[in-house]
């Protein structure tokens, strides 16, 4: 301490407030008689409120176990048909009432929604429940939970978030539906004796069980005596095995219970309401995000040799779970030097699988192979030209596309691309190949500057290349160099502008990085239709780091922020489903791809203009740095659509 | 991006290696043959090894959910007789092997320690087991759980650790204490179908058993072939019973499965060893570390009316339990102004339980309270004279001390304690007034500046006061400022200067906050005894926010750092117990004045110089900026003490 020190810096090091000492009871307003909560609590006798906080946040909050309860407001959405909508439900305890280190277990229990006119959303079929789980301490992984009734643990002092998403289905009547999400506290399976104590406890009654079934089993032919005596030493055995602490539960003062004796009453009631508008978001999504999965990894962590028949069947089971998040899956085995074998089908082209996944209306691109997926007697010359004859007659050609390399760096690897590009535009001159790159040959500067250089790219490779997908990093937060990128695409040659997020950029700018605030994952995608795209690419949603066991533990590559290449989870993870689990990015990468639709139909009424203007008037998206954080905005926008 | 940019800027955003992109497979060395561990894992079968990490970490370390694991080594700890000595076992599944939203389910054991001569240190007495627990997200709360053995649910990618303390007993003979920590992955409960699905299953059951004996109760006087449908009609039942999926658990291909049949060399066997010294810490600790405990947080939380039979016994429990840290509680009943009413005994100085507890050899100090505690008859005064003559009758009178005001900051206060302790001094010459201050009068300054006014407030407030406590905060990182305050108190007068923390000082200097470092809070005591005073205080160790209910989750008081004044939480937020629940924190406090008992045995013997010399040379403690963040110096100081 220095002595010459100012009085304003020898503050008292504690306040004192009356009762107590240091800000004691501040909170008290909050606080109710709770005289029914002395003792032992008994959750079957409390109402629900008196023992949990209940409330909604939005889907784009982060909600992590130390997020401050808030007060319960019924939840009203809106929401287009063929569209996802989500909510999150955060429960926390106010007190412990389970005498175990949880402080206690809550049913959740959702009902259908259902319109006036008696139309429903179902639970368990377009109303779905999934608890939110932290990785690395940050809430992502969303869990499915049992349907339409669940019981979840609470934590002392810890908040539990429930996603809760509605799918309209694209035939659903327009309309306002109803439904009830219901939280009760409950005693433990423990505390309600509907189990056996332990394992031997359950031994013992079958073994008793069992005994009194040999003595009765073999009465045929026996004396009348013995028949009675042997019924009622079985009548004895049954009567100790019902009386015993095992069934205790079925007995009270009054006789057996009932079963369904619950106070309905007690429970905590949030009323959810959807309204649903007479718009249909399309099947086949307007702006193709087309999104790596790692074959490597699938081979690695579920052990499927690459082209068994196990092999295929999971990578169907990829392919067809991804489709739900309207994104376009390519499966993509990396080579040397960032060469890349993508494909959207693992079945050569003329198998009638490959005509099933292309055709999906849900997919609005597919990758096809350079070279066979799985080895055939073919050359791989032979392969490609066969390959291509196929797909060119068939109608969903158009969304066919050859992605080659992944990032080029030097004159090798543009050439590369330019001798595969030939071969391929030999036989299909209508070909698309997309590459992507963040910069020219370092090797041979196109430009005396880098940004030069990188603008000069589609002059250099044209013809090779047709998507030209540029990495948003480049552009940082200089939106105003879109034009410049733009200017040298060719639209008239059907070249496109595609863009990619990966490492970069990073905060404060929309990537789907774990730790990233909601709004900045959904602004991805925002960022995309602002900035005119037509297509998206992302390298990997299942590139987590090598595991040979498909249920080990989660861990991120190293070298790449937290999330980057994992937008979803092994399901064996966390359940003894095979289902992949989803996270909460991958759910945002759908909303933001449906915000899209929304400013598509706006601008197909009033124009791009007024499309970007309603960005701006919302405060939606301004630009990579100036986004909303707050999820009203992102209402605002879609309201505006009328 | 800026055209000017310079070429280091323009770095990949993505580094490529072969196999599945970007750094895939850097994590391959710790793969092992995971072939076991195709398809469903069976834990029975499997080395838990294979399925779960298992480390040790210091009693120093924080270790939270997003620890990474360590290799497993053998733990060799040294502690003294009537001294506890702290170790934390760290777990984390590799894979999930229970199909629910836990990794699994894993046993935990800890057999008693034995020496060769068959001395035994018994688990459940001398070694204890509690879960680490996090409050507001980092680990603190250490709660209790069941001993030998117990169940530990592991979350997917979480770290879960336990805290094993070791208790030496002052009659513990010496030598080496081996036994064995061991963790055995196993199913859950409901895998081992050793409780039934649902409650309606049971009933189900119950049914079927109630029914089948209807059937045969009343054969007595039935014709013989009444008796024998009726056996059948039983037979049918109870075999339908017995082969359903209820006790299907109980049935394999081979005959009924045999209960026992785990293989305890799965399991994964942590040694401990303990080495008891030829030394035992003092029952009475050298330093008096007075601590509050506020009376109003109990009778609010746990709803006992002051004075009441039930305010005793709370009080009592608070007590004892306080005792076994080492530290000398004080109950506490805060008036306006800082106005304090401290006592450590609820009853008046005559009940006999006034004698136990201020006779117990760990008490090494005890708060008089000037006014009467409970309302009795007499008037303030008369009581005041009345204790003072029974307690300086008795030998435990040298612990006594009166505790007044806490922290005067104007003339009005200073004055009030001159007028109490005037009272006080009037029955008993040699009683000790202890005042906490940080500051002069501010009213009427003592000295041109604070720090200089600080100084003066013994001359100031001589002969009222015998005990100066000064916050640490105001020495800061100045050291050499103890010796200017040191040089104003007269010891020839049984004067004796002792210092306290509370909302500061703050990080980097120890104190007891939530979130600082482990040795962090263990050097609160270094820092105590390397500045020389001869005791502590400590305002608060259960100054939670108000609550009524017992179970109440815990909250922080507005204003304070968290963690500030709590030290340790009420049972039954964690468990069905009624006994608090330690901090680390409140460990790591006992745990630094057992430090304190080790130094001054190594002063004793070589003087205070060679002990503050062994602080620096190990690296343990150099100042309040400059004390170890790693758990080794610690045990180097430890081992000096020969």
């Known amino acids: 301490m220095n ?46 409120s008196e023992l949990v906080h209940v409330w909604c946040m939005p889907s784009t909050a982060n909600v992590g176990p130390q997020e ?4 319960l407001e019924p939840v009203s959405l809106l929401a287009a048909r063929n569209e996802r909508e989500n909510i999150q439900i955060a429960i926390r305890p106010k007190v412990s009432w389970s005498g175990s280190s949880n402080a206690g277990v809550v049913q959740i229990q959702c009902t259908d929604l259902c319109s006036t006119s008696g139309d429903r959303l179902v639970v368990g079929q377009s109303v779905k429940l999934r608890r939110v789980v ?16 669940s019981q979840i ?6 908040t539990t978030a429930i996603w809760v998403s509605i799918d309209v289905p694209s035939t659903q009547p327009t309309g306002q539906y109803d439904g009830e999400f219901v939280v009760t506290a409950t005693k433990t399976d423990a505390e309600c004796a509907a189990q056996f104590h332990d394992k031997s406890e359950k031994y013992q009654v079958y073994r008793e069980l069992r005994n009194c079934l040999d003595v009765i089993e073999q009465i045929d032919g026996k004396p009348n005596e013995e028949v009675v005596e042997r019924a009622k030493s079985a009548t004895t055995t049954l009567r100790r095995v019902l009386l015993s602490p095992s069934f205790s539960d079925f007995f009270s003062e009054n006789g057996p219970l009932d079963m369904m ?3 309905a ?3 905590i009631r949030l009323k959810l309401s959807l309204t649903v508008w007479d718009f249909v978001l399309p099947t086949t999504p307007s702006l193709p995000a087309v999104i790596g999965i790692s074959d490597t990894v699938i081979e690695d962590r579920f052990g499927v040799e690459h082209g068994s028949a196990e092999w295929y069947d999971a990578l169907e089971l990829h392919f067809k779970w991804l489709l739900q998040y309207k994104i376009s899956p390519y499966f993509c085995k990396w080579g040397n030097s960032m060469r890349v074998l993508t494909y959207t089908s693992p079945w050569p082209a003329d198998h009638p699988k490959s005509d099933e996944f292309f055709s999906d209306p849900r997919l609005a691109a597919y990758a096809v192979p350079y070279s066979p997926v799985v080895p055939c007697g073919d050359l791989a010359k032979d392969y490609l030209q066969k390959e291509v004859e196929i797909l060119r007659s068939k109608s ?12 080029p760096l030097n004159m090798q690897q543009y050439d590369a691309i330019r001798h595969q590009a030939s071969d391929i535009h030999a036989y299909a001159p209508d070909a698309r190949v997309l590459t992507t790159y963040y910069s020219g040959p370092s090797d041979a500067p196109l430009a005396p500057n880098n940004f030069e250089a990188f603008l000069k790219v589609p002059g250099f490779l044209r013809p090779h290349t047709q998507i030209y997908c540029t990495s948003e990093w480049v552009i940082g937060n200089r939106e105003d160099l879109v034009k410049d990128i733009i200017a040298e695409i060719k639209p008239e040659n059907n070249e496109e502008w595609w863009t990619y997020v990966c490492m970069g950029p990073s905060d404060p700018h929309p990537n789907w990085h774990l730790g990233m605030r909601g709004t900045q994952h959904r602004a991805v995608m925002w960022r995309v239709w602002k900035e005119g795209g037509t297509g998206f690419l992302y390298w990997g949603a299942n590139c987590y780091e090598k595991a040979t066991v498909a249920s080990a533990e989660i861990k991120f590559r190293r070298g790449l922020p937290p999330g980057d290449g994992v937008l979803f989870y092994p399901g064996e993870v966390f359940t003894s489903s095979r289902e992949p689990v989803a996270s909460l990015r991958l759910e945002r990468l759908l909303s933001g791809l449906q915000d899209i639709e929304y400013l598509k139909l706006y601008s197909s009424r009033y124009g791009r203009d007024e499309g970007l203007a309603i960005l701006e008037k919302t405060g939606m998206y301004l630009g990579p740095e100036r986004y909303t954080m707050d999820h009203n905005p992102i209402d605002m926008m879609r309201g505006e659509r009328f």
Chains 1, 2 share one sequence.
């Open 3 to 48: 002595n010459s020190e100012s009085p304003q810096e020898m503050v008292p090091p504690v306040e004192g407030v009356a009762g107590g000492g240091t800000a004691y009871g501040w909170d008290d307003g909050s606080l109710q008689d709770q005289s029914l909560l002395r003792g032992t609590i008994d959750p079957s006798r409390v109402p629900s």
């Open 261 to 263: 004796d619950e106070d």
């Open 396 to 407: 969903h050609w158009k969304k066919a596309y050859f992605y080659l390399w992944d990032e």
């Open 153 to 158: 643990n609470l934590l002392p002092g810890e």
């Open 68 to 71: 401050t309860p808030r007060s």
């Open 134 to 149: 932290p990785i690395l301490g940050v809430p992502d992984a969303l869990v499915p939970i049992d349907m339409p009734v």
């Open 265 to 267: 009453n007690l429970s």
